[in-house]
């Protein structure tokens, strides 16, 4: 038996028996040594009581206990760590903050869980070049600020920024409100400092805009989730801050009339910074939790925004709201102040908190459709509530047609937590009917792993494996999630 054999929780359909571990090794009292030696005797933890923090990510019901956590502080670290590794197929399971919503970082066999968050140097902003160089363990509200002084914009802004590290952004591809007009992580990755399973040290791109040299590297580890390589720094492209930015709100009948109005204001060649959605249920939670004065009568909540100039975003948002207006608004509000935009922005971000009032455990799903379809994915997420007996309230980016669909459920009603399971499946299937993907910005990790060959076919799927094989020979590397 391994120290502290791991335990993984069957709470969910992916973990749904304990996984067969025979075909790695053990982390032996020799291997706690070994880690000992390479990143110091106080960064390296083994007791139930320091493993338990890392038996989880911010996935509800997902939970692996690993038989190890260290904390290493440099790439060599690093780099030592995944030859022990390899040489005795230890599994190892990078993370950053543990704020991802896929168990991307839940150790599903156990192993070493590798916590990077001691590699937290900003290494360079460079105005001149429109690029910054961080550790993998640098926030993403910490890089935003620091391109912030020197009139930059670090554009990627997850949900998470405050917390979730540049390296798990870009690890998992990580998207945000910014999505539609600015792209995601991968839009905004110039290179990166990779440390293969076996050992080996790369660089992939470089400070480079233009560079075609070789198959890109950058873009294949830039979302593979910690199962082809270990990122210890990165690369990232910067723009220049735009000047200001303004936000508008309008409330619908219906989330169909909201979904014309946003096909209209695309159709009108403006691209918004900001473009989301509340469906009813979230409105009112949103209402009860923060007591912002949104209409609690409507069907549906369309937030937009744009930056730039200050005449064109005055002139776009004006454009924005007739859009609005044509398709049927019941009333629309544009913000005259900062302060006014930042109060109509608070109803989107809050409205996960604002659903984990109505029951202990909140399923925050990820799924995307063609944005025509968007008005026509939300009536089958409701389908599926009403068929599963659930509450299944609906946000997301209307933009780029990414929804979140968030059960909420009691984790100690049994019965009730395997209709949210059946649940998530028939979303995950009627997103892929209507042309859509199992995931936009979340991830696959463990708990979209038995979709995943749904939405990809067996051929892909074979191909992912191959690619992993050839970066991991032994499999040690986040084994369980993603192609692996």
């Not at 209209?264 to 923060?290: H, M, Q, S, W």
């Not at 780029?400 to 009691?410: I, K, R, S, Y």
Request: charged share 20%; hydrophobic share 45%; proline share 5%.
């Amino acid at each position: 038996m391994t120290v502290g054999a791991a335990r993984v929780h069957a709470e969910t359909a992916a973990t749904s028996a304990t996984p067969d571990r025979s075909r790695f090794g053990a982390v032996d009292e020799a291997v706690l040594k070994a880690l000992r030696k390479i990143v110091g005797s106080d960064y390296v933890r083994s007791s139930d009581g320091d493993l338990a923090p890392f038996s989880r990510d911010a996935t509800p019901l997902f939970a692996a206990r690993p038989d190890a956590v260290i904390f290493p502080a440099s790439t060599e670290e690093v780099a030592a760590v995944l030859k022990l590794a390899t040489e005795r197929r230890i599994p190892v399971t990078p993370r950053g903050a543990g704020s991802n919503l896929a168990a991307a970082t839940a150790a599903t066999y156990g192993g070493i869980v590798m916590v990077l968050t001691r590699l937290d140097q900003i290494v360079e902003v460079s105005a001149s070049e429109l690029l910054a160089v961080v550790q993998t363990g640098v926030t993403t509200a910490e890089l935003s600020a620091a391109a912030g002084k020197q009139g930059l914009l670090y554009a990627p802004d997850p949900g998470s920024r405050t917390v979730s590290t540049v390296g798990g952004n870009v690890a998992m591809c990580a998207g945000g409100l910014r999505g539609l007009k600015y792209g995601v992580t991968r839009n905004y990755v110039l290179g990166l400092l990779v440390v293969l399973p076996t050992g080996e040290i790369i660089r992939t791109g470089g400070r480079l805009w233009k560079d075609v040299a070789g198959y890109d590297l950058t873009r294949l580890l830039t979302g593979s989730e910690g199962t082809l390589g270990v990122i210890t720094e990165a690369t990232v492209a910067l723009l220049p801050a735009p000047a200001t930015s303004g936000t508008g709100v309008a409330y619908f009948r219906s989330l169909s009339d909201a979904g014309r109005a946003v096909a209209r204001v695309i159709a009108d060649g403006v691209v918004p910074a900001t473009l989301e959605f509340l469906d009813g249920k979230c409105i009112n939670a949103v209402e009860d939790y923060a007591g912002l004065g949104l209409d609690r009568t409507a069907g549906a909540l369309l937030l937009f925004g744009d930056d730039g100039a200050p005449d064109v975003v005055q002139t776009n948002l004006a454009r924005m709201a007739v859009s609005c207006e044509t398709e049927g608004a019941l009333g629309f509000t544009v913000a005259k102040e900062i302060v006014e935009s930042e109060a109509l922005l608070e109803a989107r971000r809050c409205a996960l908190p604002a659903l984990a009032r109505l029951a202990p455990v909140t399923i925050l799903e990820d799924v995307a459709v063609p944005r025509p379809r968007i008005a026509e994915m939300v009536d089958r997420i409701d389908a599926i509530a009403e068929r599963n007996r659930l509450t299944i309230a609906t946000f997301g980016h209307a933009g780029d047609g990414n929804l979140h669909p968030t059960a909420v459920v009691d984790p100690g009603d049994g019965d009730a937590v395997e209709r949210a399971h059946a649940a998530v499946g028939q979303i995950f299937t009627a997103a892929i009917d209507l042309g859509g993907t199992i995931t936009g910005e979340h991830g696959v990790g463990a708990a979209k792993l038995p979709y995943l060959e749904q939405r990809l076919g067996a051929d892909q799927m074979a191909l992912l494996r191959r690619v992993k094989t050839a970066f991991d020979p032994a499999g040690i590397l986040n084994p369980g999630k993603t192609g692996s």
